[in-house]
């Protein structure tokens, strides 16, 4: 088997594990039996754990990639949506429960580090919006993305749906917050 097709099967081992049951239950052991891949295998790749696991979410993890020339709405709607694609299929609530919980510190940082890094663009896109005066120059950037964010988390905690109904209604609701007028 090629050395792509490997790593494709651990990470998504890895990925799963990690999506269902958290960070702590993702190790070499686990992700070697639900692979098929071999434990030296695996440590031929990676040093350790940590490295297996960084490697795994940097390999779903990318900077999100507005679409150009949204109107504003258009554009909270898209990062809605994306917010819940990515809690929902690559996050997923195991590892929501345990930065919550912070049950593996240094997992929480990676992730800390890794939303980061993937909103910064969301971030320019609002100020240089904001700067335009497109939206309201007074803006909180950080408190709009961590509310859109966490109303993404709060309905799956909650057990509701985030379909596109749910999107629509969140943008009604938060829309007065960016209004220029």
Do not use: C
């Not at 049950?103 to 929480?108: G, N």
């Not at 988390?153 to 629509?168: K, Q, S």
């Amino acid at each position: 088997m090629s050395e792509v097709g490997i790593e494709e099967r651990i990470f998504r081992a890895a990925l799963e594990i990690l999506r269902k049951r958290g960070p702590l239950a993702v190790s070499v052991e686990s992700v070697a039996a639900a692979s098929g891949v071999a434990k030296t295998t695996i440590y031929r790749r990676f040093q350790n754990r940590e490295e297996m696991l960084t490697s795994a979410v940097a390999s779903v993890s990318s900077v999100a990639v507005i679409p150009d020339d949204l109107p504003t709405e258009d554009m909270i709607r898209w990062v809605l949506s994306h917010a819940r694609d990515t809690i929902e299929n690559v996050v997923g609530r195991g590892t929501l429960a345990a930065v919550v919980m912070d049950s593996d510190p240094e997992f929480t940082t990676l992730l800390r580090g890794m939303i980061r890094t993937t909103t910064a663009p969301l971030r320019d896109e609002i100020r240089a919006r904001a700067q335009r005066g497109e939206i309201r120059r007074d803006l909180d950037v950080e408190l709009i993305i961590s509310l859109l964010l966490g109303g993404v988390v709060a309905e799956m905690i909650r057990g509701r749906p985030t379909d596109d109904a749910w999107v629509e209604s969140v943008l009604t609701l938060v829309w007065p917050a960016f209004d220029a007028r």
